[in-house]
């Protein structure tokens, strides 16, 4: 199992300013994968950190709305930038172990407010 | 893009009574995972049901697959306020390079009145 610490749980920010979400995971992982979830909507991936190299960007996400950094193993941060209230959504980050057959693992989300 | 889809969106019962949702998934999986949401909280992992197996009990949960309808179904028994939440079901989907991602249906919002 893994027991992530996301923060900030919750946050207002104002359009055309960023917000960074931090992860810390009590365990080394080598994957970290970064959600959005939009009001009463699912979970969308919006990229998967890799320790050492660029992180990967599903379609429809950019890096240069969403930077990430995986600095180590048990580290990652998500920037949204230049704020506009449709990215208003919770955002979560997630590890899971290698392997088709393996769970997943949450942070507690960070619920965005864009005004 | 989308590979679950639960039924019904809500469900609203009695404390006491059994809550049933569904999934439907679109291409063959190897395993099937429901998840647990708490009011906008993470997500929380509740139990996996690989290809091959038809049923799997976990507590007051069960789910069953059926691989031929492309369905699975969550059932809580003598369901309780607190397990007032949203349910999604989860599918692996082979992202390239050896590594899988979870693609998640849109969830069941799950209402027990006391």
């Not at chain 1, 590890?95 to 989300?109: L, P």
């Not at chain 2, 998934?25 to 992992?45: A, C, D, P």
């Not at chain 2, 309808?69 to 607190?82: D, V």
Request: glycine share 8%; net charge positive.
């Amino acid at each position: 199992s893994a027991v992530i610490s996301q923060k900030p749980s919750r946050d207002i920010c104002q359009r055309g300013t960023s917000l960074t979400i931090q992860c810390q995971v009590d365990s080394q992982v080598t994957m970290m994968f970064w959600y959005r979830q939009q009001p009463g909507q699912s979970l969308t991936l919006i990229a998967t950190a890799n320790q050492g190299s660029e992180a990967t960007y599903e379609s429809g996400f950019v890096i240069d709305k969403f930077p990430i950094s995986r600095p180590n193993l048990t580290f990652s941060t998500l920037t949204v930038s230049n704020m506009s209230p449709e990215d208003s959504s919770i955002y979560l980050c997630s590890v899971r172990g290698a392997g088709m057959n393996t769970e997943a693992f949450f942070g507690q989300g960070t619920r965005l407010t864009v005004v | 893009s989308q590979q679950g889809e639960e039924d019904p969106q809500a469900l609203s019962i009695q404390e006491g009574e059994n809550a049933t949702m569904n999934c439907s998934y679109k291409t063959s999986i190897n395993n099937l995972q429901w998840y647990r949401q708490n009011s906008g909280r993470g997500l929380v992992h509740l139990i996996l049901i690989r290809s091959n197996e038809r049923e799997k009990h976990s507590g007051r949960l069960r789910v069953t697959l059926d691989t031929s309808k492309k369905s699975s179904s969550l059932l809580i028994t003598a369901s309780r306020a607190a397990d007032t939440a949203s349910y999604f079901c989860a599918t692996p989907i082979y992202s390239g390079a050896g590594s899988y991602q979870l693609t998640f249906g849109k969830g069941t919002k799950l209402s027990v009145i006391p």
